[in-house]
C-alpha cells in the first residue's frame, strides 16, 4: 500500500507541481501553505484522513490542527470552508 505523501518544512518533500507552477507564475504548495498561514487561515487535518493513514500531525506543516467534522462544523459559524 502506498502512503500519502507528507509536506512538513521540517520534512519538505519534491512538489511534483512546482515546476509547472513556477512556469505560470503561481507559487507551490509550501508557498501557499505560508501564505495561508501569515494570513491567519486555520488549517485543519482531517482526523479520520490522519488514523487512515496512519500519519501524525507532526508529520504535517507547523501549525495545522486535527479536527473532526462535528467540531468543524460547530467553530464554523459564519466563516468559510475552503477544503481540498
Known amino acids: 500500500m502506498k502512503r500519502a505523501s507528507r509536506c512538513s518544512p521540517a520534512r519538505p518533500r519534491d ?3 512546482g515546476p509547472s507552477l513556477a512556469a505560470a507564475g503561481l507559487p507551490d ?3 501557499l501553505l505560508a501564505m495561508a498561514q501569515a494570513a491567519g487561515i486555520a488549517l485543519i487535518a482531517c482526523q479520520t484522513g490522519l ?3 496512519s500519519m501524525t500531525l507532526e508529520a ?3 501549525g495545522v490542527e486535527a479536527g473532526g467534522m462535528v467540531s468543524l462544523l460547530a467553530t464554523l ?3 468559510r ?3 481540498f
Open 77 to 79: 459559524g459564519t466563516d
Open 60 to 62: 504535517l506543516a507547523g
Open 15 to 17: 512538489d511534483e507541481d
Open 51 to 53: 488514523a487512515l493513514t
Open 81 to 83: 470552508l475552503v477544503s
Open 29 to 31: 504548495r509550501p508557498a
